[in-house]
């Protein structure tokens, strides 16, 4: 059996696995290949793969010869018909945006697992990769915050005068929210927490933070750690509650999404009209329609004097230990498929396996993309 691991388009840094994840899936007697220049930008360059025993092939190499096709953000359209027929694409495809891709896919004879569909259980942490990354997230969106903002973090006393705390507001209190938090304070900021789950309140207080609640919130529990859709009535007492707190606030950054539809708007035209000039917004959201009105993704919106940046990318910025915890999520599932005598072996009734797969044997096998088609 062959494994490939593909270069990522341009502006993703990180690679499916470095080279001693490579080497490590190598050991269960399959031969792993690299697309030239697939970790560079992890500072993972050819010869520390070859150093392993990885060889460094073309593109087109890979996608005709591999029979598992490791890609973050998979394959184009018009690749997918050279692969070899039953080649398993392994990433972070968010088929519940890409339906139509997906059938593509299925089309193509290929068998899909997207890893953002992980059940996201006890079993699969050491394999959950929207966790990993969201880490990283959190911590990165407070750093590019602060490199922004016009003013200090933390308090100083000086002869010339005193200068107050930064005040950071969080919006969402899930992987990237608490690093978030834990960030902010360490950098010396005042940090309030805004979350639709009652349940995260004692993680938000444990890390030193505020946590704002509102009454009449719908159930979360069984959402895998996303937001999910309120009534009315408890948006209209959320929109109440998070205005005033936006108002004070120096830093926010917002972190809210819905698995399968448009990210929920948090922030309204009327509360970024509220912020004093200066301020700093970071949506992490950005990909899937972010929490303010005026968010872009991989760009900086200037709204009233408020900066409203956008990126669902900031893993990407920190190529190297991204790719580390990635692959090693990665390597994990891949020893769920791949037996000792490197041979593959799809277990359905593994629920993790089951739960991971998109397409198989020309089908779309996942019910809820199946009714978005």
Same mark, same amino acid.
């Given at each position: 059996?062959?494994?490939?691991?593909?270069?990522?388009?341009?502006?993703?840094?990180?690679?499916?696995?470095?080279?001693?994840?490579? =080497? &490590?899936?190598?050991?269960?007697?399959?031969?792993?290949?690299?697309?030239?220049?697939?970790?560079?930008? &992890?500072?993972?360059?050819?010869?520390?793969? %070859?150093?392993?025993?990885?060889?460094?092939? #073309?593109?087109?190499?890979?996608?005709?010869?591999?029979?598992?096709?490791?890609?973050?953000?998979?394959?184009?359209p018009e690749e997918m018909?050279?692969?070899?027929?039953?080649?398993?694409?392994?990433?972070?495809?968010?088929?519940?945006?890409?339906?139509?891709?997906?059938?593509?896919?299925?089309?193509?004879?290929?068998?899909?697992?997207?890893?953002?569909?992980?059940?996201? #259980?006890?079993?699969?942490?050491?394999?959950?990769?929207?966790?990993? %990354?969201?880490?990283?997230?959190?911590?990165?969106?407070?750093?590019?915050?602060?490199?922004?903002?016009?003013?200090?973090?933390?308090?100083?006393?000086?002869?010339?005068?005193?200068? &107050?705390?930064?005040?950071?507001?969080?919006?969402?209190?899930?992987?990237?929210?608490? %690093?978030?938090?834990?960030?902010?304070?360490?950098?010396?900021?005042?940090? *309030?927490?805004?979350?639709?789950?009652?349940?995260?309140? =004692?993680?938000?207080?444990?890390?030193?933070?505020?946590?704002?609640?509102?009454?009449?919130?719908?159930?979360?529990?069984?959402?895998?750690?996303?937001?999910?859709?309120?009534?009315?009535?408890?948006?209209?007492?959320?929109?109440?509650?998070?205005?005033?707190?936006?108002?004070?606030?120096?830093?926010?950054i917002t972190t809210a999404?819905?698995?399968?539809?448009?990210?929920?708007?948090?922030?309204? *035209?009327?509360?970024?009209? #509220?912020?004093?000039?200066?301020?700093?917004?970071?949506?992490?959201?950005?990909?899937?329609?972010?929490?303010?009105?005026?968010?872009?993704?991989?760009?900086?919106?200037?709204?009233?004097?408020?900066?409203?940046?956008?990126?669902?990318?900031?893993p990407s910025s920190m190529? @190297?230990?991204?790719?580390?915890?990635?692959?090693?999520?990665?390597?994990? @599932?891949?020893?769920?498929?791949?037996?000792?005598?490197?041979?593959?072996?799809?277990?359905?009734?593994?629920?993790?396996?089951?739960?991971?797969?998109?397409?198989?044997?020309?089908?779309?096998?996942?019910?809820?993309?199946?009714?978005?088609?």
């Open positions: 059996m062959i494994a490939g691991i593909l270069k990522e388009p341009t502006g993703e840094n990180r690679v499916s696995l470095l080279p001693e994840q490579a =080497e &490590a899936l190598g050991k269960r007697n399959v031969e792993v290949r690299v697309e030239n220049g697939a970790g560079d930008a &992890a500072f993972a360059g050819g010869a520390a793969y %070859q150093a392993k025993g990885i060889s460094s092939c #073309t593109r087109n190499e890979l996608l005709t010869q591999c029979d598992i096709i490791l890609a973050i953000h998979g394959i184009g018909n050279i692969i070899k027929k039953g080649a398993i694409v392994l990433g972070v495809l968010q088929p519940l945006y890409a339906g139509a891709l997906m059938q593509q896919y299925a089309n193509a004879g290929a068998t899909v697992f997207s890893m953002d569909m992980l059940p996201r #259980t006890s079993r699969a942490q050491s394999m959950d990769v929207l966790s990993s %990354q969201a880490n990283i997230a959190g911590y990165k969106a407070v750093l590019t915050a602060a490199n922004h903002y016009g003013r200090y973090f933390p308090m100083f006393m000086t002869a010339a005068g005193s200068i &107050a705390p930064a005040r950071v507001l969080i919006l969402g209190a899930g992987v990237a929210g608490l %690093q978030a938090i834990a960030t902010a304070k360490r950098l010396g900021a005042v940090v *309030e927490v805004f979350d639709t789950r009652p349940a995260v309140k =004692e993680e938000v207080m444990s890390l030193g933070a505020k946590f704002i609640e509102v009454e009449g919130v719908a159930d979360a529990s069984k959402a895998g750690g996303y937001a999910v859709d309120q009534s009315d009535e408890y948006k209209l007492k959320q929109q109440q509650k998070i205005a005033d707190h936006i108002a004070r606030a120096d830093i926010i999404q819905i698995p399968g539809k448009k990210a929920p708007l948090l922030i309204t *035209e009327g509360m970024l009209k #509220t912020m004093r000039n200066g301020s700093v917004i970071v949506d992490i959201a950005a990909a899937t329609g972010g929490n303010t009105p005026f968010t872009k993704n991989e760009a900086t919106i200037q709204y009233n004097g408020v900066s409203i940046i956008g990126n669902s990318g900031l190529s @190297f230990d991204a790719s580390k915890l990635y692959g090693r999520n990665i390597l994990n @599932f891949l020893y769920l498929l791949i037996d000792k005598e490197g041979k593959l072996n799809l277990d359905f009734d593994d629920d993790l396996v089951k739960g991971t797969c998109v397409v198989y044997n020309g089908e779309i096998v996942n019910e809820r993309i199946n009714n978005l088609i």
